[in-house]
């Protein structure tokens, strides 16, 4: 008898941690935060300074997957989100690379391009636009990351429309309205405030 509720209980253990274990690495919805929310009354606003470049995918690179790489804090590139390439995005990249000859690049679906930057690509070669929408982000701070359920105090787990494993942001980075993050070189690198 002893055996079986000594089994009993840690089976009902094991269950329990495996339960938060899975809870614990599930992507943070930001938005269903009402104290990272409120910061946005007071956001600062940007625009992208740099030019994105954009390009339609190749009929051969469709379901095929595409890494998008940040700079880690050595400047040296850092795998950030992994997606699936479909007929229905634009893919976008920075046109300074992240280190050497690795570039950002992310896939964005083919109506919020059009938003974001007035017109889609009509070629599969990279050419360059101008972003003509702004966003209000929030800066990533310690008190951030907290509510966001950070496990080392400089990263957290948000989640995004476009990838069920989440994005990565990081301590001094920022949060956008448009629902994604933004690393702290990035921001410094690409956007500009607007007054």
């Not at 997606?83 to 634009?90: A, Q």
């Amino acid at each position: 008898m002893k055996n079986v509720l000594l089994a009993t209980a840690l089976t009902a253990l094991l269950s329990l941690s495996s339960f938060y274990a899975t809870a614990e690495t599930e992507p943070v919805t930001f938005q269903d935060i009402p104290e990272v929310m409120a910061e946005f009354y007071s956001a600062k606003v940007f625009r992208k300074k740099a030019f994105t470049l954009g390009r339609l995918p190749h009929p051969s690179e469709i379901g095929r997957d595409i890494p998008t790489y940040v700079a880690d804090e050595n400047g040296k590139p850092k795998l950030e989100t992994e997606n699936v390439i479909s007929s229905d995005v634009v893919i976008a990249r920075n046109p300074e690379p992240v280190s050497g000859a690795v570039f950002n690049e992310w896939l964005v679906p083919k109506e919020k391009w059009q938003e974001t930057y007035g017109e889609l690509p009509d070629q599969m070669r990279f050419m360059p636009f101008q972003r003509a929408k702004t966003i209000k982000a929030i800066p990533i701070t310690d008190d951030i990351l907290t509510l966001l359920g950070s496990e080392d105090g400089e990263t957290a787990i948000i989640a995004v429309e476009w990838n069920e494993q989440g994005m990565t942001v990081y301590k001094d980075g920022y949060l956008t309205d448009g629902g994604y993050g933004i690393a702290p070189a990035e921001m410094t690198k690409t956007y500009e405030e607007i007054d």
